[in-house]
């Protein structure tokens, strides 16, 4: 069994259980690189949710994703703009950097779950770790991606 604590990100996604509810997700330390004010978000041609579009941030461009409702918005409506201002989280996922933008619920040292060593628990609650490789494949898999990500 699992014991200990790991760093990293918690994520809230709404919207992600059936009824509406919400879930945590766990961003490790080590792919968490920073927290940054959601840039403004220029769409790109051919891109599909979760991709919002791109957006420049910490001395680059990046392919920017949303969890939850976000994703499902385009960025031009209101419920995308309403991500705009808020924090969104860059990481490192496979293939390059990218923003995240969610809820941000807490940075720091959480308890790690005795039944799986890979998620975390914060006030009783099971957060499973973000599945960074999905996204990039999700970006990578967009007709765009070539001429946007080396």
């Known amino acids: 069994m699992a014991s200990g604590r790991l760093g990293g990100v918690l994520l809230r996604i709404r919207g992600a259980r059936e009824g509406g509810g919400a879930r945590l997700v766990f961003v490790p330390v080590d792919a968490a690189v920073a927290v940054v004010q959601t840039p403004e978000i220029t ?13 420049a941030a910490l ?18 409506l209101p419920d995308a703009a309403e991500g705009l201002g ?16 969610a809820e941000i619920v807490k940075c720091g040292w959480f308890e790690v779950d005795e039944e799986e060593p890979a998620a975390v628990r914060h006030e009783g609650v099971l ?21 946007s990500l080396g």
Do not use: F, K, T
């Not at 001395?59 to 031009?76: D, F, K, N, T």
């Not at 808020?86 to 933008?101: K, N, P, T, W």
């Open 43 to 55: 769409p790109v041609i051919g891109a599909s949710a979760p991709v919002l579009g791109l957006g």
């Open 86 to 101: 808020r924090a969104m989280l860059v990481c490192d996922g496979q293939g390059g950097r990218l923003g995240v933008v």
């Open 59 to 76: 001395g680059g461009v990046l392919p920017i994703v949303a969890l939850g409702p976000l994703a499902r918005a385009e960025p031009s």
């Open 127 to 147: 957060a499973l770790p973000l599945d960074l490789g999905v996204l990039a494949d999700e970006i990578h898999a967009s007709p765009w991606a070539g001429r």
